[in-house]
């Protein structure tokens, strides 16, 4: 290494003024400061600024051991340690000795001089860390926390600490995390395809609008910033990505509790949950809207619903049933509220002497779900609401039930030209459920009395006014959710309107056949599971509310 130049030889060997000269000396007096540190260093007199970064008098990392990245988990050994969800981190963890110990991913990360402010993220909650340098951190541990690429999830040793002023921007704002120890358990590439603060917002098209989806980005009113605002097609191709965000991880806990409260009201009125064929020989609700498969040597079809198989265990004694599984639809319908599959929440149950019977169940089983849905999930639907404002959900106890002729007297009377007889279209069952919120002030209502020649085979006539049949719709802010009938259960009656429907009888054979050993009088319904939620809670499309949904143009992921 060469040496510096002396402020002699400086003199001696270029002619240069007295600022150059006073340069110099400062430089050779900087020098020799620095050789006087490092000796100090090795003699172990450092002192102040030495102890303070982490490092001790030797340049030794105190940290080392308090950070880094685990092996790869093979489940290699048990290891007995309690880590805290971050859901449950308040100023009860902050009044305790000690540390605690957490997983979650890294949200977001600040470095700063000698400090290191990340959040970290479990499911929909959030806390604030800090990493700083002092005399029991390094800063090689400081530098390694910022270093941790987003999304890694890691297991943190902390100290949880009162913040004098509430964290804003986490859900767990009266505490924050002193950072003790960090491994990181599985990295993330540092290249993420879309980043979560971006998915968290509305996406650009979400309400299949072409304003929306014309551009990418949109103002924001509060910050009046450019924000960006990812395309849904964009979200759903990483969907994975997508449903970590706070706002899914919300939506899917009120479409599980959807499911529980389904089961569980069911259950407790003495029904049996059944599992039905999703490949069967003949289109289950008959028409063109059915996707064939190759059986071996032969054709199937995707069940377009569980209906001929509940019937089959109604005629078995089983009295009162219901299923929750897949339902395929080959409907080439790209709207709001379509999916060629989705999941189907069914029931059937015998009656005594009139079908209304079955309409009043399946009514009080409406009630209880919405009831279980305010009272359980009011954190959700609330934090949901921030994003997709929506009025509260309203209904009536009990329900609400017109006949299908005074639904379109009142269409008539607004001005809709529509038939007496005529299936209801999208624009008319939504201006009925604007019609009916007006004068009744709920938002779920039963329309009953459907004309037959628009309900599938099995569907009974009415016994005084044929054209009509005993048959009714349930509708949420004016959009269907469940379809449903009293069945025909006399065999030869049965083959009539099955060949009036030019349905191929052998491949429903069996189907018919269960009829012709006695069966009670019964009736049912199918219950969209997506449409209750899209509905419930005022989202715009109902691929927000399908984990991976599938239309007529996307079938991945």
Do not use: W
């Not at 400062?26 to 540190?37: I, T, V």
């Amino acid at each position: 290494m060469s040496k510096e130049p002396t402020t002699t030889e400086l003199t001696e060997d270029t002619q240069v003024s007295k600022k150059a000269l006073k340069k110099a000396a400062k430089k050779e007096e900087k020098a020799a400061k620095k050789e006087e540190r490092k000796a100090a260093d090795v003699s172990g007199n450092a002192e102040g600024n030495d102890a303070n970064d982490g490092s001790s008098a030797a340049g030794v990392d105190i940290s080392e051991g308090k950070y880094g990245v685990y092996e790869l988990m093979q489940s290699r050994e048990k290891i007995e340690r309690e880590l805290v969800p971050i859901r449950d981190i308040g100023e009860s963890l902050a009044d305790k000795d000690g540390t605690v110990f957490v997983r979650g991913r890294i949200h977001t990360t600040r470095l700063k001089g000698k400090q290191c402010f990340l959040v970290l993220r479990q499911k929909a909650f959030t806390v604030q860390a800090i990493a700083y340098v002092n005399a029991e951190t390094s800063n090689q541990l400081v530098k390694f926390v910022g270093s941790v690429s987003r999304e890694s999830i890691v297991d943190v040793e902390a100290k949880v600490v009162k913040v004098p002023q509430l964290v804003t921007g986490c859900t767990q704002k009266t505490v924050e995390l002193h950072v003790v120890s960090l491994f990181v358990v599985s990295q993330s590439e540092p290249t993420l395809p879309l980043q979560i603060e971006d998915a968290m917002r509305r996406a650009a098209d979400d309400a299949f609008t072409p304003e929306a989806a014309a551009g990418d980005t949109t103002e924001d009113k509060d910050s009046q910033q450019q924000l960006a605002r990812v395309k849904q097609d964009t979200k759903l191709d990483n969907r994975v990505i997508d449903l970590r965000t706070p706002i899914n991880q919300a939506i899917f806990r009120v479409e599980a509790g959807v499911c529980r409260l389904f089961r569980d009201h069911l259950t407790s009125k003495g029904f049996t949950e059944i599992h039905t064929p999703k490949i069967i020989s003949a289109a289950s609700e008959g028409g063109a809207n059915v996707f064939t498969v190759s059986y071996f040597k032969n054709s199937a079809y995707l069940a377009q619903s569980p209906q001929l198989y509940k019937q089959m265990c109604i005629a078995a004694d089983f009295e009162r049933v219901f299923t929750v599984g897949p339902v395929f639809r080959a409907e080439n319908s790209n709207t709001h509220r379509h999916l060629t599959e989705f999941v189907g929440l069914d029931l059937e149950l015998t009656f005594n002497y009139h079908y209304h019977e079955v309409i009043n169940v399946i009514g009080e089983m409406f009630i209880s779900m919405f009831k279980g849905l305010q009272a359980d999930y009011a954190t959700e639907i609330e934090f949901i609401a921030q994003q997709y404002p929506c009025e509260p959900f309203k209904f009536l106890e009990p329900s609400l039930v017109l006949e299908f002729s005074e639904g379109i007297r009142m269409l008539k009377e607004a001005g809709c030209d529509i038939g007496d007889y005529d299936d209801l279209s999208t624009p008319d069952e939504k201006l009925l459920g604007r019609l009916v919120k007006q004068k009744y002030d709920t938002d779920f209502f039963i329309l009953d009395k459907y004309p037959l020649d628009v309900r599938p085979f099995y569907t009974m006539p009415d016994p005084v006014n044929p054209k009509f049949s005993n048959s009714y719709d349930m509708f949420m802010r004016g959009e269907e959710i469940v379809s449903g009938a009293q069945r025909i259960h006399d065999a030869e009656f049965l083959t009539e309107r099955a060949k009036h429907h030019q349905i191929d009888l052998s491949k429903i054979k069996a189907y018919i056949d269960s009829f012709r050993f006695g069966c009670p009088p019964h009736g049912g319904g199918g219950v969209g599971m997506e449409r209750v939620v899209m509905l419930f809670l005022g989202v715009p499309n109902i691929r927000l509310v399908s984990m991976f949904p599938r239309d007529p143009n996307r079938l991945t992921p």
